[in-house]
């Protein structure tokens, strides 16, 4: 079956560390992969985009990976902040659907400790 | 403000009722989504249009979805005999006509069902 995988524990770092979150998935091949924020009654907000041809994506304090072989993508913040505590999803287009249909995992919360 | 906006944002309705959603998605963009959240889950997809043509929903709309985009601008998502199960929030996201552009999400409609 297709799936998403994110760790679903929260995770909790020291300001000034760097934070990596994992997105895992199975049975799906796309071409390519979103990282969103979602803050707690928000919607979820785009951070950052990263095609399958493409090792690396960064964005200011963001780095994204994507592995198509190992089927998975790693998203690093560095330097966090406490302003970045929040729910970070993975999502994905399912494909061969003529539009861009995201399926998303379930989240990983991050928490950053002054 | 030019992004995505949603209304009423949240909603308290006794079981058996009908209840329904605006979304006003970011006006140069042709394409329009609506998403279910849960409690710890990510967005399901319930439903695209492209301009006012409704071009896929999902398994999980039941017949007692039904979502329009009249004139190709907002977008209503109407529930009728509403259901606990029904008990969600309901995110609208919009897009440019480019496929590979990230979807733009509004604060979404938290509905309780009694």
């Known amino acids: 079956s297709q799936k998403i995988e994110q760790n679903s524990e929260a995770l909790n770092i020291q300001e000034g560390k760097t934070a990596t979150l994992t997105c895992n998935y199975t049975?799906?091949?796309?071409?390519?992969l979103q990282w969103y924020r979602q803050d707690p009654g928000r919607g979820p907000v785009f951070l950052l985009l990263?095609?399958?041809?493409?090792k690396e994506k960064r964005k200011e304090r963001l780095k994204v990976t994507f592995d198509t072989t190992l089927k998975q993508s790693l998203f690093h913040i560095t330097a966090s902040q406490p302003a970045d505590s929040a729910t970070y999803l993975c999502?994905?287009?399912?494909?061969?659907?003529?539009?861009?249909?995201?399926?998303f995992g379930t989240g990983t919360r991050l928490l950053v400790s002054p | 403000d030019t992004g995505v906006s949603q209304d009423p944002r949240h909603k308290i309705t006794k079981r058996g009722q009908n209840v329904t959603f605006r979304c006003d998605p970011i006006?140069?963009?042709?394409?329009l989504y609506w998403y279910r959240q849960t409690l710890g889950q990510g967005p399901e997809f319930l439903t695209y249009?492209?301009?006012?043509?409704?071009?896929?929903k999902s398994r999980l709309l039941s017949d007692r979805f039904s979502a329009e985009r009249p004139k190709g601008s907002f977008s209503t998502l109407e529930i009728q005999r509403t259901e606990q199960g029904d008990s969600a929030m309901y995110l609208c996201?919009?897009?440019?006509?480019?496929?590979?552009?990230?979807?733009?999400f509004g604060d979404g409609t938290r509905l309780s069902i009694l």
């Open positions: 990263i095609r399958e041809n493409e």
């Open positions: 049975n799906y091949s796309p071409a390519y």
């Open positions: 249009f492209q301009n006012e043509a409704q071009l896929e």
């Open positions: 996201a919009s897009s440019s006509k480019d496929g590979r552009q990230p979807q733009h």
């Open positions: 006006s140069e963009h042709n394409r």
């Open positions: 999502a994905l287009d399912e494909g061969n659907t003529g539009f861009q249909k995201l399926v």
